[in-house]
């Protein structure tokens, strides 16, 4: 069974501070996904990252692929208040139907 | 800009009751899916539908679920006979492309209330 584990699960911190969040699994995974929920939405692409040691920039969010395929991260640089929300990493199963299996999420807080 | 769009946006019914979580998925689209999140959990997968049949489900998705496309545009989830522990935030999704790579869209969700 494909598990993904997410670190930590609630982060809280002042506006500016930077932050990181991991993502991991003992399995490899074709790709890794990162989402971004709000309360009462439904989950949101940010990035897929697809090659291992792969590296990508959303203006403050950098994402990272581990070199083998089993983890990735996701650090905020000067966190802002509308960084405030739920971050979940997922990855694509070991079928090719496209079903996504998701970590526990990040939930974040930046505070003003 | 397209959207997943899903109906009811909260359900409350009873246990025992049959309930349909409708969605109409973005009108290109081919894959289908389902996912549910139990408060405080993770989101977790239910089943994928392509070519008008499941192409794959989970542990989750017995025989009190079910999923069908009636016409060109909506995608539905069954539950027969609703249990507590049903209750959920129900997520359709769909996307254009299979494979391991193509962005998968969420709809808002439909809040499903057990009592």
């Known amino acids: 069974t494909q598990l993904l584990e997410q670190s930590p699960q609630f982060l809280s911190i002042q506006e500016g501070e930077n932050l990181t969040v991991y993502c991991n699994s003992s399995s490899v995974f074709s790709s890794l996904q990162w989402y971004r929920q709000e309360p009462g939405e439904g989950p949101v692409l940010l990035v897929t990252v697809v090659t291992g040691g792969e590296v990508k920039k959303l203006k403050r969010l950098t994402f990272q692929f581990g070199d083998a395929r089993k983890d990735s991260s996701l650090h905020i640089t000067a966190a802002q208040p509308g960084d405030t929300g739920l971050y979940l990493c997922a990855g694509h199963g070991s079928s090719n139907t496209g079903k996504l299996i998701f970590g526990q999420g990040t939930t974040l807080q930046v505070k003003p | 800009e397209p959207e997943v769009t899903q109906t009811p946006s909260h359900q409350v019914t009873q246990m025992g009751q049959e309930v349909i979580l409708r969605c109409v998925p973005i009108?290109?689209?081919?894959?289908f899916y389902w996912y549910r999140q139990i408060l405080g959990q993770k989101v977790e997968f239910l089943v994928s539908f392509y070519n008008n049949e499941i192409s794959e489900k989970s542990e989750i998705f017995d025989d009190q679920f079910s999923v069908e496309r009636p016409d060109g545009s909506n995608f539905t989830l069954k539950i027969r006979s609703t249990k507590l522990e049903d209750s959920a935030m129900y997520f359709c999704?769909?996307?254009?492309?299979?494979?391991?790579?193509?962005?998968?869209?969420f709809g808002e969700g439909s809040r499903l209330t057990v009592l």
């Open positions: 999704a769909s996307r254009l492309t299979g494979g391991s790579v193509g962005e998968l869209f």
């Open positions: 009108s290109n689209h081919l894959y």
